[in-house]
């Protein structure tokens, strides 16, 4: 085999895959390579894979599978992120056609990988937590999108019964307060107006005493930098300084994904998640006396095991009490290996999906009369893309609303004042834009 030329990352699961999916792409553009426009193209394709359901992990190995041509020929296949950390060399077990297996730690490794599986005719498995960080091993960021992602914190040490991260991701690791801010101005350099902050507990960043409060104040003097966000917060690792930062820094952005998970106290405690529902209402208070339009986001599971229909109830309850911006909600998925998978009183599957239809009803309510409640605003959006129809451009609100606009000086990257018209379910529509001094 000649050696690859063309390249195809596809990631699959949380925000933090994306990243890591881009910096796989930038190690390859490194080594000579090119990005491919699909997998059906490239010499090389890496399935940056999540394990989080099961659901997600059978796409894995259907994916895999898609990757053979008409041909009969096959580009290498490298499957990165969660999947490879949780099953390693089962991953190429069950699939033959796999390359490379690697961890979500390793991946500053995979052009290495890539070379030794192509001089052995050998599958190379890497699912190392290496104590030196892989941060240190990447190219610097160069051009790249207007809204850019920085993962600052990894790893996992809550335990959540239901939960594979702390096991795919490792321990609780934070990057350094001066790598953080020199990622930050390239990613500047390289065109982003927006930069959020990435971690599976963001919030519980932490360099020598500094936390994500004073990031977020030394990245709101960056020139060119316009806006700032940063997920997944965790209820228990909301410090006062973050809250007060949502207050006092003018480019931190008006909105908060802070996940509940369930509405009842019992729920939550066989969950680990180690606050009640009393404390996280009385967060959300503090976070909305801070800022009052703060548009608030969480993540709901559904038929964890034992869930009675009353205690279901007390989650419709907490999500009327909160009134969500948008949200993300699951029916449960037992995972092996997490104590929640062995539990008594799984719940079966059809009162799972009923619960979940009757909470998404519910979410999907309150984020359409959030975004109806917008219309007649006028405020900032950033374009980030081209839409559908000719001359229309999409952005995001403050809010993390989508805005369709449609004028055609817009640029990708452009931050407009934008009056909003009309609001549907999943967007708004905006006209008049005037551009906003850099
Ligand atoms: N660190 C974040 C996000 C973790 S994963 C946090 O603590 O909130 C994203 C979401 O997936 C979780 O918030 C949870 O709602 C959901 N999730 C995790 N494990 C799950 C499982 N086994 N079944 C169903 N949903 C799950
Ligand atoms: Fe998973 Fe809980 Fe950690 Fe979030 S806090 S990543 S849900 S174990
Ligand atoms: Fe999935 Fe791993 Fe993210 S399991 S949600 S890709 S941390």
Same mark, same amino acid.
């Given at each position: 085999?000649?050696s690859?030329?063309?390249?195809?990352?596809?990631? %699959?699961?949380?925000q933090?895959?994306?990243?890591? *999916?881009?910096?796989?792409?930038?190690?390859?553009?490194?080594?000579?390579?090119?990005?491919?426009?699909?997998?059906?193209?490239?010499?090389?394709?890496v399935? =940056?894979?999540?394990?989080?359901?099961?659901?997600a992990v059978?796409?894995?190995?259907?994916?895999?599978g898609?990757?053979?041509?008409?041909?009969g020929t096959r580009?290498?296949?490298?499957?990165?992120?969660?999947?490879?950390?949780?099953?390693?060399?089962?991953?190429?077990?069950?699939?033959?056609?796999?390359?490379?297996?690697?961890?979500?730690?390793?991946?500053?490794?995979?052009?290495? !990988?890539?070379?030794?599986?192509?001089?052995?005719?050998?599958?190379?498995?890497?699912?190392?937590?290496?104590?030196?960080?892989?941060?240190d091993?990447?190219p610097?960021?160069g051009?790249?999108?207007?809204?850019?992602?920085?993962?600052?914190q990894e790893?996992?040490?809550?335990?959540?019964?239901?939960?594979?991260?702390?096991?795919?991701r *490792?321990?609780?690791?934070?990057r350094?307060?001066?790598?953080?801010?020199?990622?930050?101005?390239?990613?500047?350099?390289?065109?982003?107006?927006?930069?959020?902050?990435?971690?599976?507990?963001? =919030?519980?960043?932490?360099?020598?005493?500094?936390?994500?409060?004073?990031?977020?104040?030394?990245?709101?003097?960056?020139?060119?930098?316009?806006?700032?966000?940063?997920?997944?917060?965790?209820p =228990?690792?909301?410090?006062?300084?973050?809250?007060?930062?949502?207050?006092?820094?003018?480019?931190?952005?008006p909105?908060?994904?802070?996940?509940?998970?369930? *509405?009842?106290?019992?729920?939550?405690k066989?969950?680990?998640?180690?606050?009640?529902?009393?404390?996280?209402?009385?967060?959300?208070?503090r976070v909305?006396?801070?800022?009052?339009?703060i548009?608030?986001?969480?993540?709901?599971?559904?038929? %964890?095991?034992?869930?009675?229909?009353?205690?279901?109830?007390?989650?419709?309850?907490?999500?009327?009490a909160? =009134?969500?911006?948008?949200a993300?909600?699951f029916?449960?998925?037992?995972r092996?290996?997490?104590?929640?998978?062995?539990?008594?009183?799984?719940?079966?599957?059809a009162?799972?999906?009923?619960? !979940?239809?009757?909470?998404?009803?519910? !979410?999907?309510?309150?984020?359409?009369?959030?975004?109806?409640?917008?219309?007649g605003?006028?405020?900032?959006?950033?374009?980030?893309?081209?839409?559908?129809?000719?001359?229309?451009m999409?952005?995001?609100?403050?809010?993390?609303?989508?805005?369709?606009?449609?004028?055609?000086?817009?640029?990708?990257?452009?931050?407009?004042?934008?009056?909003?018209?009309?609001?549907?379910?999943?967007s708004?529509?905006?006209?008049a834009?005037?551009?906003?001094a850099?």
């Open positions: 085999m000649t690859p030329k063309t390249y195809h990352v596809k990631s %699959f699961g949380c933090m895959n994306v990243y890591d *999916g881009d910096r796989m792409g930038e190690l390859l553009s490194a080594e000579g390579m090119t990005a491919a426009t699909d997998a059906d193209s490239a010499d090389v394709v399935l =940056n894979t999540c394990h989080i359901r099961e659901r059978h796409r894995v190995y259907s994916e895999i898609a990757l053979r041509r008409d041909d580009p290498m296949i490298a499957v990165a992120g969660c999947v490879a950390q949780a099953e390693g060399a089962e991953v190429a077990k069950r699939a033959r056609d796999v390359d490379v297996v690697v961890g979500p730690q390793a991946y500053h490794r995979l052009p290495a !990988l890539l070379a030794e599986a192509r001089a052995r005719g050998k599958a190379q498995i890497d699912t190392d937590m290496p104590a030196e960080s892989k941060f091993a990447l610097t960021r051009p790249g999108r207007p809204s850019a992602f920085l993962t600052v790893g996992c040490d809550k335990f959540c019964t239901y939960c594979v991260v702390p096991y795919t *490792g321990a609780e690791v934070s350094g307060f001066e790598a953080v801010l020199d990622e930050a101005r390239a990613l500047v350099d390289g065109g982003a107006r927006e930069i959020t902050l990435l971690g599976q507990n963001v =919030n519980a960043w932490d360099d020598a005493g500094r936390g994500l409060h004073d990031l977020i104040v030394a990245l709101d003097k960056l020139p060119g930098l316009a806006r700032i966000r940063y997920t997944t917060s965790h =228990n690792d909301m410090r006062q300084g973050l809250i007060d930062a949502h207050r006092d820094v003018e480019k931190l952005m909105f908060l994904h802070l996940p509940v998970q369930s *509405g009842s106290d019992r729920v939550l066989a969950m680990n998640r180690s606050h009640d529902t009393a404390s996280y209402l009385r967060l959300i208070e909305r006396e801070a800022r009052p339009d548009a608030i986001s969480g993540d709901f599971i559904v038929g %964890f095991p034992g869930e009675t229909g009353a205690e279901f109830e007390e989650t419709l309850n907490i999500v009327r909160v =009134n969500y911006a948008q993300f909600s029916a449960y998925s037992p092996p290996g997490t104590p929640a998978a062995t539990m008594d009183a799984q719940v079966p599957k009162v799972m999906d009923e619960r !979940l239809q009757r909470l998404q009803a519910l !979410l999907n309510e309150q984020q359409y009369a959030f975004n109806t409640a917008s219309v605003r006028r405020t900032s959006v950033l374009i980030e893309r081209k839409g559908k129809i000719a001359g229309q999409l952005g995001k609100s403050p809010w993390l609303q989508s805005v369709h606009v449609v004028d055609p000086t817009l640029k990708i990257g452009d931050l407009v004042e934008v009056d909003l018209t009309h609001a549907g379910p999943n708004l529509r905006g006209t834009p005037m551009k906003l850099a």
